[in-house]
């Protein structure tokens, strides 16, 4: 199967049965023998075309390979992100041709060339024994988390992982590929298009370059005079600013995007060549300038179009093991919904894989920004010539290949590793730290950078995340070490906090921007089914623990929902239990209710972790902090395993990203509630805070009250401080409350214009006794109605939630994993008297008939129903 990968040849040859994702069986004898193996792949051909000249075009081979045609050794490849352009002239036949592709074994090449390297170059994560990897991955460029990651498994796949052709020359030119990249040109005043065709002629001749635009736009000729051989055929020119509408990123206007035809017709009139591309037109620049003159601290945030900007959004990583398995659709239904969950912005994380031109496109269309960085990751990584010139093409292709997309607004050149080599994570690194800054500068400035320079100025770089900051823009200086009182003045940060309660903020950095943070959770207890068995279903099970790559992540968890959750005692004592003593606790047949809710409460403290964080650094846009931007980790999943990507989280982080979010929390060692109002609007807003509190127990009203607030634009403050006595209203004792908050805006009778803070528990720094402070909330769904497209692949289902009493993290699913789509909210708190009115958006195949039994429901009031019903 091309583009595949070795193992997924070898599953539907039936050759090996094994699920790869399920269990344990990533690590068994028998897939690790697909990686120590060598693999070669052949295909019989016949051509039936005339040609002169002809080249073996290969997008991505996976990594380490060897190829013949007919017997002749046509070439070789070491990188997994090249594209290699081979000639195939002499050894093609009109009949019978034999390509064979042979693929090494990448881990053992990797520690043959760590062994025979002059001195120690670590690496990291991959080397712990929670993660079952290999490693050394340094030193071949290859996908860094095939080699294993504390999210995902060690597969070191092999394979023809991206298209390949043979492209032929009947016409006396061969084109290779085209590049395209637009850039705003200040001198002139004007936007400046640059055009390039990397061709192979035989002969001397005329050529004459045509460049049409789908809409009103000029057209351009150019002619170019060349000889026999390689050329690449550059030609720059300018359309006025006039002509121009501006590509923007959601939120701040449209996606304009035009479509350009280039083609190359010869001296006999005929079109040799032509590509297509889809482009748009608009400036991008990171800002890093002194935030008050004089004194200490930089700004660091984005500017598009001269509009300085917030970035919201999350960091993306591959999406499957294979990447073949990862669909175009499935990528757009996983970018869809960071639009719906108002973002603005990506970050493709830099031990992974560059993604594909489909992918770029429809961030493109989406409006979403893309930090884009180069795959270096959580590692230092060998300098020797041939490593230096195989990252120089590398930078070349894919540079090459990316930069007509408007979304793409930085490249970066690696995660981590200047970090990891400033803070000595590895102890060779603090004994020689010459060496390795040397080996530093020497990749990322005097490799990556110089290169990209030479393709691609229209964008910013920067060398690493998280950053110092820059001393000097020219010559490019970067400030690598920070002082103890300079943390969060410069650069971006990452950080990742497992030792306190996710909700109680003073923890968290006061930091310009957040590339990086993140808490972890269990996936859907219906996705551990697929890759589990009935004795894997406990908190510290052997699988647990075992696919759980992040060491004591287990255990973490279970210690964030006894920080935010205050369970039943048998409870408790059931998730804490060794798992083989836990089976005296309860009849096994109960595990997997008990284990689905063990699931469901990892995502509620991880959804409320995430998105109080999130609210803190979008407060702090007005706050000394000047926050401007907020990526958490991560977006997607690339198997079902204990990760930090979103499941309730996603609903949540829709309210904190909404262009005007209202925020609450307590202050430490206060007994007060402090709302904040964040306004990521081009315009001041002005309206009315309502507040109300409602007893958790009873469901009754304790306070109500109103604010007058008003905040500028693009800015973030609080509106009010609200004291305990007043939220308890005539309470006489303390208990534990819910506060509801909702900004309605002034001069708008559009619903959107009513903004509700995501209800919070007071006081907010205390467990929550679910115990004692829920009753049964007696939850009812009625399917109101259901709409169909006209092409009956999409439809809708109107819901309408209700409760008796007060229901906590209502989460909505359907029982089968057929029905496809998503909720247009979820993860809510139900009042009774108040009922809610919910979509779900489904596509494809859908539910006939439709029934309310087919949806499954689960609120806080079930840890309660279920450590009395389960529980011996």
């Not at 269990?522 to 099970?541: E, G, I, N, Q, R």
């Not at 979008?618 to 204990?642: E, H, K």
Request: hydrophobic share 35%; glycine share 6%; charged share 25%.
């Amino acid at each position: 199967m091309v583009p595949g990968q070795v193992h997924l040849d070898l599953i539907k040859a039936n050759i090996i049965d094994d699920d790869p994702y399920y269990g344990t069986n990533y690590v068994k004898e028998s897939m690790r023998k697909i990686i120590y193996n060598t693999w070669t792949l052949e295909r019989i051909f016949d051509m039936d075309q005339d040609f002169i000249h002809a080249i073996l075009d290969c997008e991505g081979l996976d990594t380490i390979t060897s190829i013949t045609l007919n017997e002749t050794v046509i070439g070789s490849t070491d990188n997994q992100f090249r594209n290699y352009h081979l000639d195939i002239t002499k050894a093609l036949l009109a009949k019978s041709n034999v390509l064979r592709i042979t693929f090494d074994n990448a881990v053992r090449t990797s520690k043959d060339k760590a062994d025979a390297y002059p001195y120690y170059v670590p690496d990291m994560f991959n080397m712990s024994a929670a993660q079952h990897g290999f490693p050394n991955r340094n030193f071949v460029r290859k996908e860094q988390c095939s080699f294993s990651w504390d999210w995902g498994p060690a597969f070191a796949p092999c394979g023809i992982w991206r298209p390949i052709s043979i492209k032929l020359d009947n016409q006396g030119l061969l084109t290779k590929n085209w590049t395209l990249l637009t850039s705003f040109n200040s001198t002139l005043d004007a936007w400046e298009v640059q055009l390039c065709a990397c061709v192979t002629s035989t002969r001397d001749q005329h050529l004459q370059l045509q460049v049409h635009f789908d809409d009103e736009l000029p057209a351009i000729e150019h002619t170019f005079r060349i000889t026999a051989g390689d050329h690449s055929l550059y030609h720059s020119f300018t359309v006025e600013k006039s002509l121009i509408t501006l590509w923007w990123p959601r939120g701040y206007g449209v996606q304009k995007l035009y479509t350009l035809e280039a083609s190359l017709v010869n001296d006999k009139g005929s079109r040799v060549a032509s590509h297509y591309f889809e482009c748009g037109f608009r400036t991008c620049d990171l800002v890093q300038k002194p935030l008050v003159p004089g004194q200490p601290g930089d700004t660091f945030h984005f500017r598009v179009n001269g509009i300085d900007m917030f970035s919201k959004g999350a960091n993306w990583i591959p999406g499957h093991v294979f990447d073949s398995l990862m669909t175009t659709e499935k990528k757009r239904s996983l970018l869809q919904s960071c639009v719906d969950a108002n973002m603005n912005m990506i970050r493709i994380w830099g031990g992974g894989r560059y993604e594909t031109d489909a992918f770029y496109q429809l961030c493109d269309e989406l409006g979403i920004m893309v930090w884009q960085e180069f795959m270096f990751a959580c590692s230092l990584y060998p300098t020797d010539r041939l490593f230096l010139e195989n990252v120089r093409q590398e930078v070349k292709d894919q540079v090459s290949r990316l930069m007509c997309h408007p979304s793409i607004i930085l490249w970066s050149g690696n995660n981590e590793n200047q970090e990891f080599m400033v803070k000595g994570w590895d102890r060779a690194t603090v004994d020689n730290p010459y060496i390795f800054t040397v080996d530093y500068h020497r990749l990322y400035m005097e490799t990556i950078m110089a290169t990209l320079h030479t393709v691609d100025t229209s964008r910013p770089f920067i060398s690493t995340s998280p950053s110092a900051g820059l001393i000097s823009e020219h010559p490019y200086t970067e400030r690598y070490v920070l002082q103890e009182n300079e943390r969060g003045l410069y650069g971006d940060v990452h950080f990742y906090d497992y030792k306190h309660n996710g909700v109680h903020v003073e923890y968290y950095p006061n930091a310009r921007f957040v590339s990086e943070y993140g808490a972890q959770s269990m996936p859907s207890f219906k996705a551990w089914k697929k890759v589990s068995s009935s004795k894997d279903w406990h908190p510290l099970s052997k699988l647990s623990i075992h696919r759980n790559h992040h060491g004591n992540g287990q255990h973490e968890m279970l210690q964030q929902i006894e920080f935010q959750y205050e369970l039943p005692t048998s409870l408790r004592n059931y998730f804490h239990t060794d798992s083989e003593a836990s089976e005296d606790m309860v009849d096994p047949t109960k595990r997997e209710l008990l284990f689905d809710l063990f699931c469901y409460l990892t995502q509620c403290v991880q959804a409320r972790s995430i998105v109080c964080q999130t609210e803190h650094y979008l407060r702090g846009r007005g706050a000394t902090s000047c926050t401007m931007g907020a990526l958490y980790w991560q977006l997607n999943d690339i198997w079902p395993s204990p990760t930090w990507t979103w499941k309730p989280l996603h609903y949540f982080i829709k309210h904190a990203f909404a262009d005007v979010l209202v925020s609450g929390y307590q202050p430490q060692g206060e007994s007060s509630f402090d709302i904040h109002i964040s306004n990521d609007r081009a315009a001041p807003i002005k309206g009315d805070l309502r507040v109300k509190t409602v007893d958790i127990r009873s469901g009754q009203t304790l306070s109500e009250s109103k604010f007058a607030f008003s905040v500028k634009a693009q800015d973030s403050k609080s509106v009010t401080k609200i004291d305990a006595s007043r939220l308890l209203g005539d309470a006489l004792t303390a208990i534990t409350c819910l506060v509801l908050a909702t900004a309605v805006i002034d001069g708008f009778d559009d619903e959107s214009q009513v903004f509700e803070m995501l209800p919070q528990t007071f006081p907010t720094r205390d467990a929550l006794l679910i115990e004692s402070s829920l009753t049964d909330p007696k939850i009812s769904i009625k399917i109101e109605r259901v709409e169909v497209s006209k092409d009956s692949h999409e439809y809708d289902i109107h819901l309408r939630v209700s409760s008796e009493a007060v229901a906590g993290m209502v989460w909505l699913d359907w029982k089968q994993d057929e029905t496809k789509g998503h909720f247009d909210d979820n993860a809510l708190w139900l009042l009774p008297g108040y009922p809610k009115s919910i979509i779900y958006h489904g596509t494809g195949k859908r539910p006939d008939p439709i029934s309310e039994s087919d949806l499954q429901i689960k609120s806080l009031f079930d840890v309660v129903r279920r450590s009395i019903d389960e529980m011996k």
